[in-house]
C-alpha cells in the first residue's frame, strides 16, 4: 500500500525483445513513456465541450488554456496564453520563416493538483478575464486577470471556498460559497459514545470531514452590486443555487436552478420519464430542482417554468449548457426543461426560451431520451446551447452525436408567431472569424495539438507546445468498429504498438471508458491518467483499444451488454490475425469497473490480467455503505434490492456474490481512503479465496487524476502489471523490486489453480 505520492516511482522503457518488443538499441526513437504523457502541454476547455479559442468581446485579444504535468516538481500547471488579435494578423500577412507571435501575456497557475484555472471568461468589457483560482487547501478563490494592466487581482476572499460565478464587471458578479459548518461536531472527539443516526458512514470515520467534498455543504448565494458584497436571502434564508449561474445583463438578478418542495402529484403523469421503467421519474413531495429568477436586491424569487428540470425525470439527453440571457436582458435561454402544461397532459422536455416582462413560455428544441434498449431515434448530447449573438430572435445549439462522438450546429430562428423554426444545420461548431482570420486548435485522435491561424489564403501554426514529440515513434491510433451477437455496432479507438509489423499476432489491453471524448482531442492516455495508459502500453508492444460507452444504463443488460462487446472486439481482432488470444487483458475505471467485474464473473472470453480503479461494482458491501443513494442505480441493473426475495437475485447477478468464478489476476487500486472502502469486496473476497490478487491504495482525493506523481503510480501501475502478465516482462528498476516480488507470487498461485482446475477428478469412497 502507497504511503506517499512518491513511493512508487516508474520508469518504463522497452529494453529487451520480448513477444514483439523491439529493444531499445534496434529503435532509432525512444518509446513514449507515462512520464513524457504527464509532460506534454494539452488544450483542453474547463468550461466544458471541445477545446476552443476565445476572442474577447470587442476582438482585440483571444486567450486559449493549457494544461501539463512538471513531475519533476510534482505540480500541475495551468495557463492561459493571451494573444493580440492584430500581432496574429500581421503574422498571416508576413511571408513564411517570419517569427511566430509571441502572447502579449501569459498567466501561470501551479498546485499539486488541478484543474487549477476553473471557468474561466471574458468581462464585458474586455478588460480581462475572470476564473476560480485552486489554492492548495483544495479551496478555490474568484479572481480577475487584466488583460491590460497585466495583473491578477482576488474578488473573493482566501478564507472560504467559490463553488461557481458569473460575471459582468469588477462591480458586478455573483458566485456560490458553502457555509463553513462542520458536519461533525468538534466535541464528538471527546464523547466515549457518538450518535451515528442519520450521518454518513464518511463523516464518522474521518478524522477531518470537512476535507470531504463528495457529499458536501451546501453552496449559498452571494452578490456584489456597485461594489458592495452581501448574501443573498430570501424570507431571511440563504439562497441556495444547485447549478449554473447567469446573472442578467444589468446585474441586478439572476438565473438558477432552486429546490423546490412544492410538487404536486400531478406532475408525477404530467412529466414521466422516456421509458415506463426507468426509475428516475418525479415524486410528489419529493424535492426537486426548477429554474428560478432570483432579484438579487429584495431576494424575491419567481419560478420561471411551472415544472422541473428535465433531469429530474428520467434519463433524457443530458444537457451540460447552462441558463443565459439575450444581450438585451428581454430573454432568457433555459437548456433542459419541462414547460408547464396549458393542456395538463404529459409533455417532454425541451431547450426553451422565456421572454420578459410577461414570461411567456416557448420550446426551441425538444430533447430525446433513453429506452430500456439503447436511445430513441435522433439521440444526442447538448454541450452548449446559446442566443445566436445574443439576438433573443436566434437560437445556437450544440449537439454531440451518439453514433459516432462528432460535434453539429443547429440553428433557430423566432417566426412571427413566436414559434421557432429550424434555420440550419451543420457539421461542427460554428467558426470564429475576426476581420478575415481565425484562430483554432487543431487536434485529432493521432494529432497532437497545434495552435493554427488561418485566412482565406494562408494557414500557419503560431504554437506548437509539445516539439519533443517529434523524437518519439507514437505509432497510429484509428478508429475501429465491430459488430456483437445482438447486432449492435461498437467502435473504438485502436492503438497499434509503434513497432507494428503485419501479420504479427500483439498482445491486447482493453480499456474500457471515455472513447467518445477521444475523437474530439489528442489524449494519450486514452482521456481519463486513472488506470489507462494507451500510448505507453502501445509503445512497449501491446495492442490498446479504448472503447466506446455504447450499452443502456440502468437496466439489468447494462453489465452483460458491455461483457458482450468487449467479448465481440477481442474476438474480431484475434480473426483479423492482430491478437495474441492468449494474451488479452482489461482495465476498468469508474462506472465501467462494474462492466470488468461482470465480464470476468460471466464472459466466455480467456483474460489473462484485469485491473479496476475507483469505481461502482454493484456488490453488496459498496451497496450498504450508501443504500438510499445507490439504490436508484444498483436495484434496477441488479433486477431488485438485495432484501427478502431480491437478495436471490442479486446472488446471481451481483459480480461481489461471484468472486468464485474469476479465473483471472486482478489489480485492484484505490484513489485514498474513502475509495479503499468502496474498493475493498473484490480485493478482501479473492484474497480469502487464494485467488491472485493485488491492491494499491494511491495517496489522493482525486477521482480523475490530474497530480504527476500519483498519475505516474497509477499508469505506470497499469503497464508493468500488464506487461507481467501479458509479456512475461519485469522491468529491472531496483525501486520495484518488492512490486515484482508480490507479483512472481500471485504467478505461483495463479499456476496452481490453473493445475487444480484442469486436474482430473477422483471419484471419492
Same mark, same amino acid.
Given at each position: 500500500?502507497?504511503?506517499?505520492?512518491?513511493?512508487?516511482?516508474?520508469?518504463?522503457?522497452?529494453?529487451?525483445?520480448?513477444?514483439?518488443?523491439?529493444?531499445?538499441?534496434?529503435?532509432?526513437?525512444?518509446?513514449?513513456?507515462?512520464?513524457?504523457?504527464?509532460?506534454?502541454?494539452?488544450?483542453?476547455?474547463?468550461?466544458?465541450?471541445?477545446?476552443?479559442?476565445?476572442?474577447?468581446?470587442?476582438?482585440?485579444?483571444?486567450?486559449?488554456?493549457?494544461?501539463?504535468?512538471?513531475?519533476? =516538481?510534482?505540480? $500541475?500547471?495551468?495557463?492561459? /496564453? *493571451?494573444?493580440?488579435?492584430? +500581432?496574429? &494578423?500581421?503574422?498571416?500577412?508576413?511571408?513564411?520563416?517570419?517569427?511566430?507571435?509571441?502572447?502579449?501575456?501569459?498567466?501561470?497557475?501551479?498546485?499539486?493538483?488541478?484543474?487549477?484555472?476553473?471557468?474561466?471568461?471574458?468581462?464585458?468589457?474586455?478588460?480581462?478575464?475572470?476564473?476560480?483560482?485552486?489554492?492548495?487547501?483544495?479551496?478555490?478563490?474568484?479572481?480577475?486577470?487584466?488583460?491590460?494592466?497585466?495583473?491578477?487581482?482576488?474578488?473573493?476572499?482566501?478564507?472560504?471556498?467559490?463553488?461557481?460565478?458569473?460575471?459582468?464587471?469588477?462591480?458586478?458578479?455573483?458566485?456560490?460559497?458553502?457555509?463553513?459548518?462542520?458536519?461533525?461536531?468538534?466535541?464528538?472527539?471527546?464523547?466515549?459514545?457518538?450518535?451515528?443516526?442519520?450521518?454518513?458512514?464518511?463523516?464518522?470515520?474521518?478524522?477531518?470531514?470537512?476535507?470531504?467534498?463528495?457529499?458536501?455543504?451546501?453552496?449559498? =448565494?452571494?452578490? $456584489?452590486?456597485?461594489?458592495? /458584497? *452581501?448574501?443573498?436571502?430570501? +424570507?431571511? &434564508?440563504?439562497?441556495?443555487?444547485?447549478?449554473?449561474?447567469?446573472?442578467?445583463?444589468?446585474?441586478?438578478?439572476?438565473?438558477?436552478?432552486?429546490?423546490?418542495?412544492?410538487?404536486?402529484?400531478?406532475?408525477?403523469?404530467?412529466?414521466?420519464?422516456?421509458?415506463?421503467?426507468?426509475?428516475?421519474?418525479?415524486?410528489?413531495?419529493?424535492?426537486?430542482?426548477?429554474?428560478?429568477?432570483?432579484?438579487?436586491?429584495?431576494?424575491?424569487?419567481?419560478?420561471?417554468?411551472?415544472?422541473?428540470?428535465?433531469?429530474?425525470?428520467?434519463?433524457?439527453?443530458?444537457?451540460?449548457?447552462?441558463?443565459?440571457?439575450?444581450?438585451?436582458?428581454?430573454?432568457?435561454?433555459?437548456?433542459?426543461?419541462?414547460?408547464?402544461?396549458?393542456?395538463?397532459?404529459?409533455?417532454?422536455?425541451?431547450?426553451?426560451?422565456?421572454?420578459?416582462?410577461?414570461?411567456?413560455?416557448?420550446?426551441?428544441?425538444?430533447?430525446?431520451?433513453?429506452?430500456?434498449?439503447?436511445?430513441?431515434?435522433?439521440?444526442?448530447?447538448?454541450?452548449?446551447?446559446?442566443?445566436?449573438?445574443?439576438?433573443?430572435?436566434?437560437?445556437?445549439?450544440?449537439?454531440?452525436?451518439?453514433?459516432?462522438?462528432?460535434?453539429?450546429?443547429?440553428?433557430?430562428?423566432?417566426?412571427?408567431?413566436?414559434?421557432?423554426?429550424?434555420?440550419?444545420?451543420?457539421?461542427?461548431?460554428?467558426?470564429?472569424?475576426?476581420?478575415?482570420?481565425?484562430?483554432?486548435?487543431?487536434?485529432?485522435?493521432?494529432?497532437?495539438?497545434?495552435?493554427?491561424?488561418?485566412?482565406?489564403?494562408?494557414?500557419?501554426?503560431?504554437?506548437?507546445?509539445?516539439?519533443?514529440?517529434?523524437?518519439?515513434?507514437?505509432?497510429?491510433?484509428?478508429?475501429?468498429?465491430?459488430?456483437?451477437?445482438?447486432?449492435?455496432?461498437?467502435?473504438?479507438?485502436?492503438?497499434?504498438?509503434?513497432?507494428?509489423?503485419?501479420?504479427?499476432?500483439?498482445?491486447?489491453?482493453?480499456?474500457?471508458?471515455?472513447?467518445?471524448?477521444?475523437?474530439?482531442?489528442?489524449?494519450?492516455?486514452?482521456?481519463?491518467?486513472?488506470?489507462?495508459?494507451?500510448?505507453?502500453?502501445?509503445?512497449?508492444?501491446?495492442?490498446?483499444?479504448?472503447?466506446?460507452?455504447?450499452?443502456?444504463?440502468?437496466?439489468?443488460?447494462?453489465?452483460?451488454?458491455?461483457?458482450?462487446?468487449?467479448?465481440?472486439?477481442?474476438?474480431?481482432?484475434?480473426?483479423?490475425?492482430?491478437?495474441?488470444?492468449?494474451?488479452?487483458?482489461?482495465?476498468?475505471?469508474?462506472?465501467?469497473?462494474?462492466?470488468?467485474?461482470?465480464?470476468?464473473?460471466?464472459?466466455?472470453?480467456?483474460?489473462?490480467?484485469?485491473?479496476?480503479?475507483?469505481?461502482?461494482?454493484?456488490?453488496?458491501?459498496?451497496?450498504?455503505?450508501?443504500?438510499?443513494?445507490?439504490?436508484?442505480?444498483?436495484?434496477?441493473?441488479?433486477?431488485?434490492?438485495?432484501?427478502?426475495?431480491?437478495?436471490?437475485?442479486?446472488?446471481?447477478?451481483?459480480?461481489?456474490?461471484?468472486?468464485?468464478?474469476?479465473?483471472?489476476?486482478?489489480?485492484?487500486?484505490?484513489?485514498?481512503?474513502?475509495?479503499?472502502?468502496?474498493?475493498?469486496?473484490?480485493?478482501?473476497?479473492?484474497?480469502?479465496?487464494?485467488?491472485?490478487?493485488?491492491?494499491?491504495?494511491?495517496?489522493?482525493?482525486?477521482?480523475?487524476?490530474?497530480?504527476?506523481?500519483?498519475?505516474?503510480?497509477?499508469?505506470?501501475?497499469?503497464?508493468?502489471?500488464?506487461?507481467?502478465?501479458?509479456?512475461?516482462?519485469?522491468?529491472?528498476?531496483?525501486?520495484?523490486?518488492?512490486?515484482?516480488?508480490?507479483?512472481?507470487?500471485?504467478?505461483?498461485?495463479?499456476?496452481?489453480?490453473?493445475?487444480?482446475?484442469?486436474?482430473?477428478?477422483?471419484?471419492?469412497?
Amino acid at each position: 500500500m502507497l504511503k506517499g505520492k512518491k513511493v512508487i516511482p516508474v520508469f518504463i522503457g522497452g529494453f529487451l525483445c520480448l513477444n514483439g518488443v523491439v529493444s531499445r538499441a534496434q529503435q532509432t526513437r525512444p518509446p513514449f513513456t507515462v512520464a513524457d504523457e504527464i509532460g506534454l502541454t494539452l488544450f483542453s476547455d474547463p468550461n466544458g465541450g471541445a477545446p476552443e479559442v476565445h476572442f474577447s468581446p470587442d476582438g482585440n485579444y483571444f486567450v486559449v488554456y493549457s494544461e501539463r504535468g512538471h513531475l519533476d =516538481l510534482d505540480r $500541475v500547471e495551468d495557463s492561459l /496564453r *493571451f494573444y493580440r488579435s492584430q +500581432d496574429v &494578423e500581421d503574422f498571416l500577412n508576413r511571408p513564411d520563416g517570419s517569427q511566430r507571435p509571441s502572447p502579449v501575456w501569459v498567466v501561470n497557475r501551479s498546485e499539486k493538483q488541478g484543474p487549477i484555472i476553473n471557468g474561466w471568461r471574458w468581462l464585458a468589457d474586455s478588460s480581462g478575464v475572470a476564473f476560480l483560482e485552486r489554492m492548495g487547501d483544495d479551496s478555490r478563490r474568484l479572481v480577475l486577470a487584466d488583460v491590460r494592466r497585466k495583473t491578477i487581482e482576488p474578488l473573493t476572499s482566501t478564507m472560504g471556498t467559490v463553488n461557481d460565478f458569473d460575471i459582468r464587471d469588477q462591480r458586478h458578479y455573483v458566485y456560490t460559497s458553502p457555509n463553513r459548518t462542520p458536519e461533525r461536531k468538534a466535541s464528538d472527539e471527546h464523547q466515549v459514545a457518538i450518535v451515528g443516526t442519520g450521518r454518513d458512514i464518511w463523516q464518522l470515520l474521518s478524522p477531518n470531514p470537512s476535507k470531504l467534498t463528495l457529499f458536501g455543504n451546501r453552496n449559498y =448565494l452571494w452578490a $456584489v452590486m456597485n461594489g458592495r /458584497r *452581501f448574501q443573498v436571502k430570501h +424570507d431571511g &434564508e440563504p439562497i441556495a443555487p444547485d447549478g449554473s449561474l447567469a446573472l442578467a445583463p444589468d446585474g441586478s438578478s439572476l438565473v438558477t436552478k432552486l429546490l423546490s418542495s412544492e410538487v404536486p402529484s400531478s406532475w408525477e403523469t404530467l412529466y414521466p420519464p422516456p421509458y415506463a421503467s426507468d426509475p428516475h421519474r418525479v415524486q410528489a413531495g419529493k424535492p426537486l430542482h426548477q429554474y428560478y429568477l432570483v432579484d438579487l436586491q429584495t431576494g424575491s424569487v419567481r419560478d420561471l417554468t411551472g415544472a422541473p428540470v428535465s433531469n429530474e425525470a428520467g434519463l433524457w439527453a443530458d444537457v451540460l449548457a447552462g441558463p443565459s440571457w439575450s444581450n438585451d436582458g428581454q430573454a432568457i435561454l433555459l437548456p433542459g426543461t419541462f414547460l408547464s402544461s396549458r393542456d395538463h397532459i404529459p409533455s417532454r422536455p425541451c431547450i426553451a426560451v422565456v421572454d420578459l416582462p410577461f414570461y411567456a413560455r416557448s420550446c426551441v428544441e425538444g430533447l430525446k431520451g433513453r429506452t430500456d434498449t439503447g436511445v430513441e431515434e435522433g439521440y444526442h448530447m447538448i454541450p452548449g446551447a446559446r442566443f445566436a449573438d445574443g439576438d433573443k430572435q436566434g437560437v445556437m445549439v450544440i449537439s454531440i452525436n451518439r453514433t459516432d462522438s462528432s460535434l453539429g450546429t443547429t440553428e433557430y430562428l423566432r417566426t412571427a408567431d413566436g414559434t421557432w423554426q429550424l434555420a440550419k444545420q451543420s457539421k461542427g461548431v460554428p467558426e470564429v472569424w475576426h476581420d478575415g482570420f481565425k484562430v483554432i486548435v487543431e487536434q485529432g485522435l493521432d494529432e497532437p495539438p497545434l495552435l493554427i491561424a488561418t485566412n482565406k489564403e494562408t494557414l500557419r501554426v503560431i504554437w506548437d507546445p509539445n516539439p519533443q514529440l517529434k523524437n518519439f515513434e507514437l505509432g497510429e491510433a484509428r478508429v475501429y468498429t465491430w459488430r456483437e451477437k445482438e447486432r449492435r455496432d461498437w467502435r473504438g479507438a485502436l492503438y497499434k504498438p509503434s513497432n507494428y509489423e503485419l501479420g504479427q499476432r500483439y498482445p491486447l489491453v482493453i480499456q474500457t471508458h471515455g472513447f467518445g471524448d477521444a475523437t474530439r482531442g489528442f489524449r494519450p492516455s486514452g482521456i481519463y491518467p486513472a488506470g489507462f495508459a494507451a500510448r505507453a502500453l502501445a509503445a512497449v508492444g501491446i495492442l490498446v483499444l479504448q472503447v466506446d460507452e455504447h450499452c443502456p444504463v440502468l437496466t439489468p443488460d447494462e453489465g452483460p451488454c458491455a461483457a458482450s462487446g468487449y467479448e465481440a472486439a477481442a474476438n474480431q481482432l484475434v480473426s483479423e490475425g492482430l491478437v495474441d488470444p492468449e494474451r488479452i487483458g482489461i482495465i476498468g475505471f469508474s462506472r465501467t469497473c462494474f462492466y470488468v467485474m461482470e465480464t470476468l464473473t460471466t464472459g466466455s472470453i480467456h483474460l489473462r490480467a484485469a485491473s479496476i480503479t475507483d469505481g461502482v461494482m454493484e456488490d453488496y458491501f459498496q451497496y450498504m455503505l450508501r443504500p438510499e443513494l445507490l439504490a436508484k442505480e444498483a436495484n434496477p441493473m441488479i433486477g431488485a434490492p438485495p432484501f427478502g426475495k431480491g437478495l436471490q437475485q442479486w446472488l446471481k447477478r451481483s459480480p461481489g456474490f461471484n468472486l468464485d468464478k474469476i479465473t483471472t489476476p486482478l489489480l485492484v487500486v484505490a484513489e485514498g481512503s474513502g475509495s479503499l472502502l468502496t474498493m475493498w469486496a473484490p480485493y478482501a473476497g479473492l484474497h480469502y479465496l487464494h485467488k491472485p490478487v493485488d491492491l494499491i491504495m494511491l495517496n489522493t482525493d482525486e477521482h480523475v487524476l490530474t497530480n504527476p506523481a500519483v498519475r505516474l503510480a497509477s499508469q505506470g501501475s497499469s503497464v508493468d502489471w500488464f506487461r507481467f502478465w501479458l509479456q512475461d516482462y519485469e522491468d529491472p528498476d531496483p525501486a520495484k523490486a518488492e512490486q515484482y516480488k508480490r507479483w512472481r507470487e500471485l504467478r505461483k498461485l495463479q499456476e496452481a489453480n490453473e493445475r487444480s482446475s484442469t486436474a482430473p477428478q477422483t471419484a471419492s469412497n
